[in-house]
Each structure stands twice: as structure tokens, then as C-alpha cells.
């Protein structure tokens, strides 16, 4: 198929066909909310986005460490959309926009696609920030997407593989650095990640090794900040530090991750002194740094971004002299929005709503404002934390509201039947539905990295 066939399956309609084209790039929360707003319009839609699925983000670290499979948060995007006759999705990843040509150009496998747009809706998310020091992502995978949360789930539950077999060789000092666990980062993730690293030790593998002791794992967090989840106030981060610690992991704040390698981590103290902590399996669950698609579309425009390279948008969302242009979610700097997902569903909705509005020549909409449902973070089974409104709460009851939101938000009935029994076999018991690991997960990355960008499959 040559280049120019592509391109044109990616704009089934065109101008010439009457309809106004609307490209979304992403199919997170963002694209695919302003593309299901967009059902009845009278649009064409090509939705291009670098993965086939949606993915429920929040729950990414559930598969990290066994209770759901990525089947269960990120279903197929065509098949949530495949009554929506006005979408046409395509697979690839955006690697240019053109502003003044208004086109979009992607790549899959080695084939490139441009198409042109009147409208466009950018949606691409963030990735993980290390902070200028990339250098630690090999070591310290991230939890931004379904490949980070594989290659965790092999590298967690593979450490107690490799541990028994370290103790089986009578290899002390290997046993104690593979059981050794560290998460970097203290916000939601982090905190999420760590309780569930240590209920997987203390519970789920407790009397499933001969060798060696799963209740023994060390279990360390660490950030930079003075607090635990810093955003939902001081004392809901009082509560999940004390449950943290009740569960056996150690918190350490006001500590500066300064090296990563292969078997441990460098830490800085606020008193200057750098101390190693030995392990094998790292987690980095601290910064984000927005899709590098805002810092494309600021270089052709007036638009600025921020030190997270998300970009400065107007009141409505589009970028500053180019209202054709709509940027929303975690790429967005306006008033201090949070990168959650309530932002994107709203952001998305809110987009769609004025692209209709300007269809039907009405007037302009209000600027974009942001209603703040809460926030939760789950710290264990029957315990979470909650901030709703003027509401600080704790325990099971902040628990049980968090297991119904996400419910709520999972996409699809199928994926909300499966999810409750797996989580009641997690919650209820001691099992874990996904202990599957392959090595494929831990090194399929790394394999990646070494055929570099001159060595892209191509399709025959």
C-alpha cells in the first residue's frame, strides 16, 4: 500500500464532501470522551492514537501486581466506538502537526499517514518525568501505560522467584537485595503501588515458597516532599502514612533520588548525606512531563509551555490565535488544573459541546471551568483516603466510594463484571487472578531499545 492510500483511508469525507473534519490525537479519557460527545454531529472523525485500546490509568498499578489483567482497563477503542458511524480510528503515533497546512502525520510499523483536519483535538497525555536524568527509566520502570505495568508485574513477582532460587543456593546477600523493594514517588501512584507491593507479600504469597519468607520483603517509599500524598492535605497524609507504616512499609520523605542502577538506589538527604539502598526491583512513580506534541504546536505558534511541557491554553482550550486548535487533559497549563482524569472527561466534553455550537453558528460558549469531583487513593484492601469538596475521610467508607467511582468509570459491562469478581477474589481472599509472568514482559523493552529507530518493523 503506498503512502498516499493511506492517507487518504485516514479522511474518508474531506471538504469536498461537506462535512467538517475533526482529527483527535489520543484515546484516553480526553479524545475519547470529546469523540463519543461528537456521536450525533455532523462531522467526520479520525481518531489516531499510538495503542488500540483506552486505558483506565488509575488502575494500571492493580496490574503491575496481579489483580487485574490490561484486558479489564484498557478495552478495544474500536469496539467501544464501533456504533459511533462517524469515527474512522486509525493506529500510529503522531509525530508531526502541521499548523499552517492543518494536517496530522503518524506512523505504524513504517507507515506513514497525513490527515488533514478543520478542527483538531489534541489528547496525548503525559508520559513519566524523570527529572532531566532519563537515564533512570532503565532501571526504574514508570506507570504510564500497559507495557510499564507487564514488565513491573514480571519484575515484582519474579523477584520472589529469584529470591528462592538465591536461597536455594545459600546466596544470602542476593536474596535480601531481591526482596528488597523500592517506589519512588509518594502521590497516589506510589502510595497505591507500595501498599499493594506489600498486601502481595504479606498476604497473597505468604505460605506459597519453601525458601524464603515473603513476609520478611522490605518495602521502602520515597520522596523528595515533606509529606505523603501532599495534595489531598495534612491529615489525610498522616492517615496513609500510618497505614503504610502499619503494613510494613518504611516511608522516607525528604529524599532526593540522585542514582539508579542495575542493583540499588542513591538517595540524598535533606542534611546532604548520600545512602544506598540495595534492590533489584525499582518503581517510579514520581513527576510526569506532558506529550511533546504541546512543545510541536508551540513552536509553531504564539502558545508557551511550562517546565512539564504542558501548554498554556485559552480559557476555551484551543491554543492562543488558533481556535481550530483544542488541547485537553494532562497537556493543558490553565489555573493550576490537576492532571487527573476528571479534567479530560470534562475537558473532552466541554470541546465537543463548542465544536457543535460553532457547527450551528451559536454563540461562543462560557470558558472552560472545572468542577472538582475529589480525589482518592487507595492505600489497602478496605482502606482508602478521600478528599470530596469541603470532605476529608479515611478508612472503609472512603474504601467502598472509591471501589464504586471506579466501577462507575470502567468502560463497558463487561469489563465491570470481571473486574468486581476479580477483585472480590483479591479483596476477600488471598488470591491473586493475574500471576502470569513471562520474561518476554521484563525484557521485550530493552530488546526495543536495542534495535533503535533505524531498525522500525515494516508490514509486507
Known amino acids: 500500500m503506498s503512502v498516499s492510500a493511506l492517507e487518504q483511508t485516514t479522511s474518508p469525507s474531506g471538504k469536498a464532501g461537506g462535512r467538517h473534519r475533526v482529527v483527535v490525537v489520543g484515546s484516553g479519557f480526553g479524545g475519547l470522551f470529546a469523540t463519543r460527545s461528537l456521536k450525533r454531529a455532523d462531522v467526520d472523525i479520525t481518531l489516531i492514537s499510538r495503542t488500540t485500546s483506552h486505558l483506565f490509568q488509575p488502575l494500571l498499578y492493580q496490574v503491575a501486581t496481579g489483580i487485574l489483567s490490561e484486558g479489564e482497563i484498557a478495552p478495544a477503542t474500536r469496539e467501544i466506538l464501533r456504533r459511533q458511524a462517524n469515527v474512522t480510528t486509525v493506529l500510529g503515533e ?66 520472589f522467584e529469584q529470591a528462592e532460587l538465591a536461597a536455594i543456593r545459600g546466596d544470602k546477600q542476593e536474596v535480601a537485595r531481591l526482596m528488597s523493594f523500592v517506589v519512588v514517588g509518594a502521590g497516589p501512584t506510589g502510595v497505591e503501588m507500595a501498599g499493594q507491593i506489600a498486601e502481595l507479600s504479606r498476604r497473597t504469597l505468604k505460605s506459597d515458597f519453601r525458601h524464603i519468607d515473603p513476609t520478611m520483603t522490605t518495602i521502602t517509599l520515597l520522596d523528595a516532599a515533606s509529606q505523603v500524598l501532599s495534595a489531598f492535605g495534612d491529615r489525610l497524609g498522616v492517615i496513609a502514612q500510618r497505614r503504610l507504616e502499619k503494613m510494613g512499609v518504611d516511608v522516607q520523605l525528604g529524599a532526593k533520588v540522585v542514582d539508579v542502577d542495575a542493583t540499588g538506589i542513591e538517595v540524598q538527604d535533606r542534611a546532604g548525606d548520600v545512602r544506598r539502598i540495595e534492590a533489584i526491583c525499582k518503581v517510579w512513580a514520581a513527576g510526569v512531563q506532558a506529550s511533546p506534541l504541546g512543545k510541536a504546536i508551540a513552536d509553531q505558534t504564539d502558545a508557551q509551555v511550562d517546565r512539564a511541557g504542558r501548554l498554556q491554553v485559552e480559557p476555551d482550550l484551543t491554543v492562543p490565535g488558533h481556535p481550530e486548535i483544542f488541547v485537553v487533559g ?131
Not at 503525559?126 to 505495568?149: C, E, V
Open 94 to 159: 503522531v509525530t508531526q502537526i502541521d499548523v499552517a497546512a492543518r494536517t496530522v502525520t503518524s506512523q505504524s510499523l513504517g507507515r506513514r499517514a497525513v490527515t488533514p483536519y478543520d478542527t483538531l483535538v489534541v489528547a496525548a497525555g503525559a508520559g513519566q518525568s524523570y527529572f532531566g536524568n532519563d537515564q533512570f527509566a532503565k532501571h526504574a520502570p514508570g506507570m504510564k501505560d500497559i507495557d510499564d505495568a507487564l514488565e513491573l508485574r514480571g519484575l515484582i513477582l519474579g523477584s
Open 330 to 460: 494532562d497537556m493543558i497549563a490553565l489555573d493550576n488544573l490537576p492532571g487527573v482524569a476528571q479534567v479530560a472527561i470534562q475537558g473532552g466534553k466541554y470541546v465537543a459541546t463548542t465544536i457543535k455550537h460553532r457547527l450551528a453558528g451559536s454563540p461562543a460558549d462560557k470558558p472552560f471551568s472545572y468542577f472538582d469531583k475529589g480525589s482518592m487513593a487507595t492505600v489497602s484492601r478496605f482502606s482508602a483516603v478521600a478528599s470530596v469538596g469541603k470532605l476529608r475521610f479515611g478508612g472503609f467508607i472512603a474504601w467502598v466510594t472509591w471501589l464504586v467511582i471506579h466501577l462507575f468509570y470502567l468502560i463497558g459491562f463487561k469489563s465491570r463484571i470481571t473486574t468486581l469478581l476479580h477483585w472480590g477474589i483479591s479483596f476477600l481472599g488471598r488470591g491473586r487472578a493475574e500471576r502470569v509472568i513471562t520474561e518476554q514482559q521484563v525484557f521485550a523493552r530493552a530488546a526495543i531499545e536495542r534495535l533503535g529507530p533505524d531498525h522500525q518493523p515494516h508490514l509486507p
